[in-house]
């Protein structure tokens, strides 16, 4: 019998009594009749057996189904029967049957005493559906029960019905109350139907699509266009003198790292700037993260300046008490208070609707209220929320200061951002906006509440408008956004982009014959010269301007109705509504300026408007073809430009610590949601931290290693054995130990001075991906000794960024390890140019056992430790400084916070724990689609670069090792410094 008949004969046997018994062979079945077994089920008399089956392999077994000869189951019929056997084994059966219907369950409840098939939910609810035995008994428990509260429970109210929540009045009261905790953006509805959403930031965003896009976002990013909503940037203004803001932000930068805010072409207006910007006064270190600004054009006769600030979110909490404080803003204005619906009142009107009997006038019975009354309908009506609805209305958002006279404004959410991202993103542009037209003559004579008609009064400034028309309509005429200068700024006012909605989307490409009426000689100056100052100008800059626009818009019932009363169906309206006109900036971004090859990939167009015009501009954006990106493509965005990524990249920033400290939990706690047997065991791989990186442990390591003798010590280590090199690494860290107690910890920074920077990449001699050719660089004095102290003794602890490229297959992946080759290495490499790498001896997993003994008692561990350390160390080699003994170097009050494949803190040396020394880490890294081969992006220690470089030769120089932490084995890759 198979084992699944057996299983299935057991669990039929399961309520049976003792004395029933079934044959399992016809060898037993006269034995198993004689004792009064049941072979029938009337018992039979004593006749002959039936025929028996064709199939000797089912004869006298217990079989299921239909037979296929026609046959039933086999039946054994006994030869005789005993009259006294057989009527106590019925008596058994019967008695069986008594105690499983009248036994009850475990409650004392009346329906436990039902048969189970008559037990039904239903029955608690409605008594009649019980027996007439049982109903009185349950309807007394049931007032029993109805009794026991000390209060009457409420009768819940009727929920509203569908139609009733989807009412636009509901919706929006709903949706202002999502909003107390994190802010949407005005773009959140559209993503919220097609994208991931993940609270991020005090935000609400997109992480990527429902549906798969990755490669045609990168088509768009490469051929065409692809869109970002990037209006959770923070935007932060200063208003004040010229020179005394410059004074004060000059403590923030440094010319050694680049521009500064004082650079000429940015100072204008004409251009974009960024910087990444330091406490006051503590360059190198202690830096905040990178901002982007924007002055704005110089008036003639007055010195008073206006600078635009955007930052990441996670800066702005670190950035905006630095800015007070250099420009000694520390005045706060109290917004004065506005007689509106705010979030804070829409939210308690709507929390007190479901409770109507708190006032009398609007007692009604349970469960009938749907509607609003007529006295909630006279209050203020809902407004949808615009800008930061977490913010209280008497949180101030401005800061003044009587000594400078420098006013700080926080205009977070005050201003739309979108990021278009590719090279005809300006054809997108050209075809989705017009420049406004002009008002005609009774517009002008009449006076308006409008911006755009006391606008149109001033010959100035309309001339200017016309100068700024026709710079937009040169942007025509050129093929690639990426020619444009890097940061070009325009501004410009438009109409409506509704009024040109088409009825389906097309995608927007250059026009052949919109190029040739462009004039060469302008679009020729436009690309070398870029904007002129003047036509930087833009109405966006005034706060006045800004609310105007955005009170005054015109709704979608409002625009629908003046659609519907157009004579030909479909057509523009004309003339076109004076609340048309939104004034908005065009700024430029640069796409890739570093490395040799795909200068100005990823170029593009930010578009800036004024709040409440979102969807307005969004939906005819998209009716263009574009593609929509979330955050995972502004990484990738980032990765193939072969920049840093904020906060991802910026381990020596606030915000970057953080953010590493939450990838590291969100890794582990994945980690711990796998069984133990379908884990990477990093123990065995030689992967101390595969969930973080521990860049102030490695940037320390490095700085004593290149000390005095350490450069010796460590050229000899690389032709050492594992053994050998652990040992002299003992010797080190115990030093180190006592060094780090005398010496107070310093913390780690990332190499950004200009001038270093080229250094380091003259020395990694730069080349094209995948290494193919070296590229051409200036003079640079050669590496030897006293070149290399020199910049040592500046940036002995510091980090630079850096590109590798793998000369074969593999894909880097997050935390990859950056390794020095050995000798032998670069040998192999100069045998074969396609070898692929060498390999990582397996480490032995020393905490194994001692996390199978924490499973045990404590007098059982403490025995089975002895021997099982005996018999560890007979077999297995010594073990090594970098991996030592757990059970003489850990705390037995640390074995709780053990995880099977993890190494536990303290971590040994980083970088000689494995066969090649440890250089850094990886922070991203993927196959790159535009380089066709596996690049990372990360960091390795200056200090142990440049022990590194002065010992390959030269025609090796920057060749270096990579492996992933799931992997044993190595990748040979160059590594290249991109400044």
């Known amino acids: 019998m198979s084992a699944a008949k057996v299983k299935m004969r057991g669990k039929k046997m399961r309520n049976q009594p003792v004395s029933v018994q079934y044959p399992s062979s016809p060898l037993n079945v006269e034995n198993s009749s004689q004792n009064g077994g049941k072979t029938s089920v009337t018992g039979g008399d004593d006749g002959p057996s039936t025929e028996r089956s064709k199939n000797p392999q089912q004869r006298g077994r217990w079989v299921r189904g239909h037979q296929r000869d026609g046959g039933g189951y086999a039946k054994e019929m006994p030869k005789c029967i005993t009259a006294g056997a057989f009527a106590k084994a019925r008596a058994a059966e019967v008695s069986a049957m008594l105690k499983a219907v009248t036994k ?29 035995r049982l109903r009185d008994v349950a309807n007394r428990m049931r007032e029993k029960s109805l009794q026991a509260g000390s209060k009457k429970k409420k009768e819940q109210a009727k929920s509203k019905s569908r139609k009733a929540r989807r009412r636009h009045g509901n919706l929006l009261l709903e949706f202002n109350r999502r909003q107390r905790k994190n802010m949407w953006l005005e773009t959140h509805i559209w993503h919220a139907k097609r994208f991931h959403m993940v609270k991020k930031w005090g935000y609400c965003l997109g992480v990527k699509p429902t549906y798969k896009c990755y490669r045609p976002c990168y088509r768009a990013m490469s051929s065409h266009c692809l869109l970002q909503d990037l209006s959770y940037y923070c935007c932060i203004e200063l208003q004040g ?43 190198p270190s202690q830096p905040l993260g990178p901002v982007s600004f924007l002055w704005r054009p110089r008036v003639q006769g007055s010195t008073h300046r206006q600078l635009w600030i955007w930052s990441h979110p996670t800066i702005k909490r670190d950035l905006l008490p630095e800015l007070q404080t250099v420009c000694q803003c520390h005045e706060a204005v109290v917004p004065p208070v506005v007689p509106v619906v705010t979030p804070a009142d829409v939210v308690p009107t709507q929390e007190k609707e479901p409770k109507p009997e708190k006032t009398p006038e609007a007692k009604q019975t349970a469960g009938s209220k749907r509607k609003r009354t007529s006295k909630d309908n006279s ?41 278009l991202i590719g090279p005809q993103s300006h054809s997108v542009l050209a075809e989705t906006l017009e420049a406004a037209t002009d008002c005609d003559v009774t517009n002008k004579s009449q006076p308006s509440s409008l911006w755009w008609p006391e606008h149109c009064k001033d010959g100035s400034k309309m001339s200017l408008h016309q100068q700024q028309a026709d710079v937009y309509h040169i942007l025509k005429g050129i093929y690639s956004t990426g020619e444009l200068p890097a940061g070009t700024v325009l501004g410009l006012t438009v109409d409506d982009p509704r009024l040109t909605l088409p009825t389906k989307k097309v995608k927007a490409l250059p026009c052949v014959k919109q190029a040739q009426e462009v004039d060469e000689e302008k679009r020729k100056e436009l690309i070398l010269r870029g904007v002129s100052e003047q036509c930087c100008q833009s109405s966006l800059w005034e706060k006045s301007v800004r609310d105007n626009v955005t009170d005054n818009k015109i709704s979608e019932q409002e625009l629908n109705r003046m659609r519907s009363e157009v004579l030909v169906p479909g057509s523009r309206l ?28 990823g170029a593009g167009w930010d578009l800036l408007l004024p709040k409440g015009w979102g969807m307005a501009f969004w939906v005819p954006l998209v009716y263009r073809g574009v593609r929509i990106g979330g955050l995972d ?5 980032f990765q193939n430009k072969g920049a840093p990524h ?30 133990p047997a379908k884990r990477t065991n990093y123990i065995k791989h030689g992967c101390l931290a595969p969930f973080c990186c521990p860049w102030q442990q490695l940037a320390e390591e490095w700085e004593l290693i290149s000390g005095e003798g350490g450069e010796e010590r460590k050229g000899d280590r690389q032709t050492r054995t594992t053994t050998e090199a652990d040992t002299v690494m003992e010797e080190e860290m115990t030093s180190r130990a006592d060094i780090t107690v005398a010496k107070p910890q310093s913390c780690v920074t990332v190499l950004r001075n ?59 992946e997050l ?17 074969d140019r396609g070898s692929s790498g060498p390999q990582e001896p397996p480490h032995r997993d020393h905490f194994k056992s001692r996390v199978k003994r924490r499973k045990k008692g404590p007098k059982k561990a403490a025995a089975s430790s002895l021997s099982s350390d005996k018999t560890e160390g007979k077999q297995s080699d010594l073990p090594s400084a970098s991996e030592p003994n757990p059970t003489t170097s850990e705390d037995p009050k640390s074995s709780s916070d053990f995880i099977f494949g993890l190494w536990p803190d303290p971590l040994p040396s980083v970088t000689s724990h494995c066969s090649r020394v440890t250089l850094g880490w990886v922070t991203q890294g993927d196959f790159s689609l535009s380089a066709g081969c596996g690049e990372a992006l990360g960091f390795v220690s200056v200090a142990g670069l440049l022990n590194t470089l002065s010992n390959q030769p030269m025609e090796h120089r920057g060749m270096l090792l990579l492996r992933n932490p799931t992997s044993l084995h190595y990748r040979f890759a160059k590594i290249n410094i991109e400044v």
């Open 104 to 132: 009850t369950t475990g409650s004392c409840h009346v329906f436990g005493a039902l048969p189970k098939h008559m037990r039904r939910r239903a029955m608690s609810h409605n008594t009649k559906r019980l027996p007439r």
């Open 241 to 283: 003198e010229e020179d005394k803001l410059l004074a004060s932000l000059s403590q923030l930068t440094s010319k050694e790292a680049g521009p500064t805010f004082a650079a000429a072409l940015s100072l204008s207006g004409r251009r974009q700037g960024s910087v990444v910007v330091y406490r006051a006064g503590q360059y």
């Open 379 to 419: 209050g203020p009506p809902a407004k949808k929320i615009l800008g930061d609805g977490t913010r209280s209305p008497t949180t101030p958002v401005t800061w003044t200061s009587s000594s400078t006279g420098i006013v700080i404004n926080d205009l977070t959410m005050e201003i739309v951002r979108y990021r």
């Open 574 to 601: 004309s003339p076109t509504p004076l609340q048309g006109r939104v004034p908005i900036l065009l700024v430029h971004q640069p796409g890739k300026q570093v490395g040799h090859e795909m200068s100005s990939w």
């Open 633 to 637: 493509m502004s990484l990738k965005h």
């Open 646 to 675: 904020f906060p991802h990249d910026y381990p020596d920033c606030p915000a970057g610590v953080r953010f590493q400290e939450e990838q590291e939990a969100e890794l582990l706690d994945k980690f711990k949601r796998r069984p």
């Open 754 to 812: 200009r001038k270093s920077l080229r250094l380091l990449s003259g020395w990694c001699k730069p080349t094209t991906s995948k290494g193919q050719r070296s590229c051409r660089v200036g003079e640079v004095p050669p590496l030897d000794r006293s070149a290399a102290a020199s910049l040592l003794t500046a940036h002995g602890m510091s980090l630079v960024w850096v590109r590798v490229s793998l000369l074969s297959k593999g894909k880097p």
């Open 815 to 831: 935390h990859a390890m950056v390794c020095a080759p050995t000798t032998e290495d670069l040998q192999l490499l100069n045998k």
